[in-house]
């Protein structure tokens, strides 16, 4: 059974760096075409993918947030952690975290439950 | 990289069909058989529904089907249930450099 859960601080003020952490369960990240991603929704708003990380360590981010994103994976914590600078109000949002198969069709087929993510002063 | 163009809303009463579409470029859904598709109820996680065009997941009911027509996908949802009533995103694959590029979302109302 597959599982993530996402962990952040609920409120970071701007100008800040935001560190948040992707804790899964049911599959390994050494696996190839496996990966992990963040996806991102501002209350009310679409869906908004930012960076995923993949097992060979393949790594894919939003070319619009490219600069403000680092991904990385701790396999042996079954972790992905993905850093995002100079985080703004806008960015105010609810984060996810989403298994991706490449050796399938590209769907984001298992979500954690999602973590809030303020930004204000 | 433009978002994929969908319905604000659509509604249907209870056991009609109703179809939402997607409408992307050759860039993204006119280039590639991997447009998902998303239901997300409030206050919850999306829920995968389709993948790969036409594809379903095990947990979903064979009422949801999706098809593709150029650069234009549909989700269809036949014998519409109060449960339906939720918000739906397409997503599709657009290459290597832009990867994922998600449509508008388009609610869902049960009159």
Redesign the interface.
Known sequence: QITLKESAPALVKPTQTVTLTCTFSGFSLSTIPVGVGWIRQPPGKALEWLAFIFGDDDKRTSPSLKSRLTITKDTSKNQVVLTMTNMDPVDTATYYCVHQDRSSWYELDYWGQGTLVTVSS | ?S?LTQPASVSGSPGQSITISCTGTSSDVGSY??V?W?QQHPGK????MI??GY?R?SWVSTRFSGSKSGSTASLTISGLQAEDEADY?C?S?AG?????V????TKVTVL
């Open positions: 990289q978002a058989n991997l998902s998303y996680a999306p829920k995968l993948y790969g594809k997941p995103y997503c694959y290597s450099n832009t990867f994922y998600f449509g508008t979302g």
